[in-house]
């Protein structure tokens, strides 16, 4: 167990619908980073916020926004979904003077139909 | 922009044997982060090892460590005495030391089978 927490395991959603995933960090990390991981594209970065601030963005879609919170959780809302969007969100955080390491959530399952 | 790449889509390996899972990469900066992660079949991912490009000194944990060679832009990592629990999908991947770059670029994975 990382001690990064997502909800929920699983989506199954259609499209054109909306919908917001959840990440915890472990405690005393700042930085909350989100990856798709799919089949035809792999793992790949979309989007990093440390201590509430937007740090980095990735091949993230225009469809797609994230935000982290005061209490440091952070939601990452996908909209206007496709079939394309079905795959495996992961949210990993870093904590100040070890942000090379990444620990990873358990990951957000969506399949959109 | 930086790219990783893993060679082998497959490897297989009998328990207790050891067997080595390739990484090389592509980048023009001098100090960067290497990370094996790992990915079984529950879909979670665990980090297994990382290394630092500053350091000459190979990293090892337990039964698994990494041949880093930074000329070569090679990183594999070996995995002795292996078990059944090993089976999984490996990642390599790739971390910039220069702020505001944090993010992991990985490659596309190594499916590792291990028979008993």
């Known amino acids: 167990d990382s001690g990064v927490t997502q909800t929920p395991k699983h989506l199954i959603t259609a499209t054109g619908q909306r919908v917001t995933l959840r990440c915890s960090p472990r405690s005393g990390d700042l930085s909350v980073y989100w990856y798709q991981q799919s089949l035809d594209q792999g793992l790949q970065f979309l989007i990093h916020?440390?201590?509430?601030?937007?740090?980095a963005k990735g091949n993230i879609l225009e469809r797609f926004s994230a935000q982290q919170f005061p209490d440091l959780h952070s939601e990452l809302n996908l909209s206007s979904l496709e079939l394309g969007d079905s795959a495996l969100y992961f949210c990993a955080s870093s904590r100040p003077g070890y942000t090379d390491t990444q620990y990873f959530g358990p990951g957000t399952r969506l399949t959109v139909l | 922009a930086q790219t990783v790449t893993q060679s082998q889509p497959e490897m297989s390996v009998q328990e207790a044997e050891t067997v080595t899972l390739s990484c090389t990469y592509d980048t023009s900066e001098s100090d960067y982060y290497l990370f094996w992660y790992k990915q079984p079949p529950s879909r979670q991912m665990i980090l297994v090892i990382r290394q630092e490009a500053y350091k000459q000194q190979n990293a090892t944990e337990n039964r698994f460590s990494v041949n880093f060679q930074k000329a070569a832009k090679s990183f594999s990592l070996k995995i002795s005495d292996s078990q059944l629990g090993d089976a999984a999908m490996y990642f390599c991947?790739?971390?910039?030391?220069?702020?505001?770059?944090?993010?992991?670029?990985f490659g596309k994975g190594t499916k590792l089978t291990v028979n008993p």
């Open positions: 991947a790739y971390r910039s030391a220069q702020g505001g770059s944090e993010k992991l670029v």
């Open positions: 916020y440390y201590n509430g601030e937007e740090r």
